[in-house]
């Protein structure tokens, strides 16, 4: 196993990694629409919390060898489903490969955020 860090996306909230990669596969923790640079929680609509969360995984993946193309799995926590079509709407941009996916509603997330994500992504080779 491997950690995987990079300064480009949010600094882990608690006892984890920003993602591990083992094997041919790269786990990222949940990423959350925090900008690196400010460590602050900027956006406040869906559109523009999930643009980040995509920028967030994509340098974390990027640290990790690979990138959101060769995501298989993605696992999109909602605050509101209410929200679907507007974040489906961004997370289609980025993930143009379509991978396999669950979307689920929660009660609340980190920081009252609108939307998290995290990616089970193959490693490029």
Known sequence: MEKIYTKNAPEAL???TQAMKVGNLVFTSGQIAINPETNAVEATDIASQTEQVCKN????LEAAGTSIDKAVKTTC???DMGDFAAFNEVYGKYF???????????????????????????LSL
Request: hydrophobic fraction near 45%; include cysteine; charge should be positive.
């Open 57 to 60: 995984l994509s340098a974390v």
């Open 77 to 79: 926590f909602l605050a």
């Open 96 to 122: 143009t490969s379509k991978p396999a996916r669950s979307c689920v509603a929660v009660k609340t997330l980190p920081k009252n955020v609108l939307c998290e994500v995290e990616v089970i992504a193959e």
């Open 14 to 16: 608690g006892p984890y």
